[in-house]
């Protein structure tokens, strides 16, 4: 098993501490941003870089994903949790307990099942489509924080954008400024010195500003005052109405976070040589997301933002995130009063900055250059995640998914193959439409497991082959190699084609058989004496010779 803190050395020990002081700098303001995106005070954003982090640390295999609530994730457990309690009430705090702890059994089960490859469902477009409708939505709460302007932040996408058009004349001038010049500095600052973390500047700036100004009396909204101290362990008391009701709502915060943190976590492996562990990197998700729930916080996945950061500081261990949460619980314990005059506008411009990335517009744009199918199931994705809501987008995600995989399914490569004079091939390549691949012989090739999608298709075409050849055809070989299962539809309509052949007085051999595919075909009652043959070129010429005397 692999030793926590994998990795780490004398040699690489300051490189890994400059990278948790870095990593420290970037997360407390977003994770602030985050929590009030999610509805909820900002200390719970803040407990999850404390007691969750130390967790997913000593467990993940992986040596540089972070782990921590995004925007995505805050979105959707706003949009989850906000037609069930009032955001901002106990009762509501509450629920996000227990929806990260649902998240967190989920991941568990996930982890010792080895059901991560249920999250490959979600293929890029869908994910596309998906966050960029939740980030397209949190921009919108962000642009009125940034003006000044209230709305019902949990409210529908277009409650939100009539709210902010219909109130553009309260726009705070103060506010309005400070949103300015805080986006500048964010946009320049990513541009010319991205070592620097802009977000810490640009909220030390701004509170100092509100301090020395008193913008407050003005009309700037502020954080606020923050609990001191670290967090308490806790359990949410709720009914299992309740518990049933957050079900969907944490089916979705895991696939997410499976699809995206799996994948980002293998991304990081593979480039710099060390090994990945899906169930592993399962496992201490699940763990992280019950210490989550269990000490006052909300769900947690992976931040790609942040692990990039890390790979860009050198780091090449977990060691980074334990120093954020040393960190963290020592703001806890002696720095909340530093927070309390955050200007609410400079929350707003780092959460909307961070998030215009996540609007996918440039893989929108790469998609509709390489295929306008996943570009359209992007676009319904994207449309019904924003005006419909965060679980129809998911839904309607897997649907559209399914969708794609049977229509490709359901019409794999089939090809009449055509003999060629070198004799090293046993590969023979496609032949023109109404040829045989020798006089009498017609070699098929099924590029797929024939299944109930795509048995009548394979069957209709092998009798086009055979009544659409321009000589009589006496023999058809049928390549398996890449036959690697075949289900109870698939054998009826390939029974149905056996049944044909005979009648049309046409024999049917086999060639390139797996072993378990051929155990399959007897196991179906679909073997009846047929000819094998390990190459195609063996088929052609075995059959030839019989062609020949016939």
């Given at each position: ?40 005070p900002?200390?719970a ?12 640390a ?27 309690a ?26 010792v099942f ?7 469902f ?25 003006l ?10 277009v ?49 100092l ?15 606020g005052?923050i ?24 089916i979705?915060l ?12 293998r ?47 050198g ?18 314990l ?20 961070a998030?215009?990335?996540?609007l ?26 924003l ?11 897997f649907?559209?998914?399914l ?15 055509a ?12 032949a ?9 012989i ?12 795509n ?9 086009r ?26 054998a009826?309509a390939?029974?149905?084609?056996e ?52």
């Amino acid at each position: 098993m692999q030793r926590p803190l994998a990795g780490l050395a004398r040699q690489n020990l300051v490189t890994e501490l400059t990278a948790g002081v870095t990593l420290l700098a970037i997360a407390i303001p977003l994770n602030i941003g985050y929590a009030q995106i999610a509805g909820l005070p900002a200390t719970a954003g803040l407990y999850a870089l404390i007691v969750p982090t130390i967790v997913y640390a000593l467990v993940v295999s992986s040596r540089q994903l972070v782990a921590s609530p995004d925007a995505a994730a805050a979105a959707l457990v706003a949009s989850s949790i906000g037609g069930l309690a009032t955001a901002g009430s106990a009762d509501y705090a509450t629920l996000a307990l227990a929806q990260a702890i649902i998240c967190g059994v989920m991941f568990v089960l996930m982890a010792v099942f080895k059901l991560g490859f249920l999250a490959n469902f979600l293929s890029k477009p869908i994910l596309i489509g998906f966050v960029g409708g939740l980030a397209l939505d949190i921009l919108v709460s962000q642009i009125a924080k940034m003006l000044g302007v209230q709305i019902d932040s949990g409210g529908e996408f277009v409650d939100k954008v009539f709210g902010l058009v219909s109130n553009l004349e309260t726009v705070n001038t103060w506010s309005l400024g400070i949103s300015a010049v805080s986006v500048a500095i964010l946009l320049l600052g990513a541009r010319f010195a991205k070592a620097v973390p802009w977000a810490l500047v640009v909220l030390v700036l701004s509170t100092l500003l509100v301090v020395l100004t008193g913008l407050d009396r003005q009309g700037v909204d502020v954080l606020g005052e923050i609990p001191a101290g670290p967090p308490t362990l806790t359990w949410p008391v709720i009914d299992w109405q309740m518990w049933m009701a957050l079900i969907p709502s944490a089916i979705a915060l895991t696939l997410i976070t499976t699809a995206e943190g799996l994948l980002v976590s293998r991304s990081y492996g593979e480039k710099h040589g060390y090994p990945f562990r899906a169930n592993r990197d399962l496992l201490a998700f699940g763990l992280g997301n019950i210490a989550a729930g269990a000490q006052g916080s909300f769900s947690m996945g992976s931040s790609t933002s942040r692990t990039a950061a890390m790979d860009q500081a050198g780091s090449r261990t977990q060691l980074p995130s334990l120093v954020l949460a040393v960190g963290t619980l020592l703001l806890l314990l002696f720095g909340t009063a530093l927070l309390a005059d955050i200007p609410s506008p400079a929350i707003g411009a780092v959460v909307g900055v961070a998030i215009l990335p996540l609007l996918g517009i440039r893989e929108f744009r790469l998609l509709w250059r390489q295929d306008r199918f996943e570009f359209a199931i992007g676009a319904v994705c994207f449309v019904v995640t924003l005006f419909i809501g965060a679980i129809p987008g998911i839904v309607v995600a897997f649907v559209l998914a399914l969708i794609n995989l049977a229509q490709r399914a359901a019409n794999p490569s089939i090809d009449v193959l055509a003999a060629d004079d070198d004799a090293k091939q046993s590969l023979l390549e496609d032949a023109e439409a109404g040829t045989t691949t020798a006089p009498g012989i017609v070699v098929v090739r099924m590029a797929a497991p024939l299944f109930f999608a795509n048995g009548s298709v394979f069957s209709s075409a092998v009798k086009r082959a055979v009544t659409g050849a321009d000589e009589r055809v006496k023999h058809v070989v049928i390549d398996m190699e890449a036959v690697t299962d075949i289900d109870v539809t698939g054998a009826e309509a390939f029974a149905s084609l056996e049944e044909w052949l005979d009648h049309e007085g046409v024999s049917l051999a086999f060639s390139r058989v797996r072993t378990p595919t051929r155990a399959r075909l007897e196991q179906l009652g679909l073997l009846s004496g047929q000819t094998f043959f390990a190459t195609n070129r063996e088929a052609v010429a075995g059959l030839g010779s019989r062609a020949s005397q016939d």
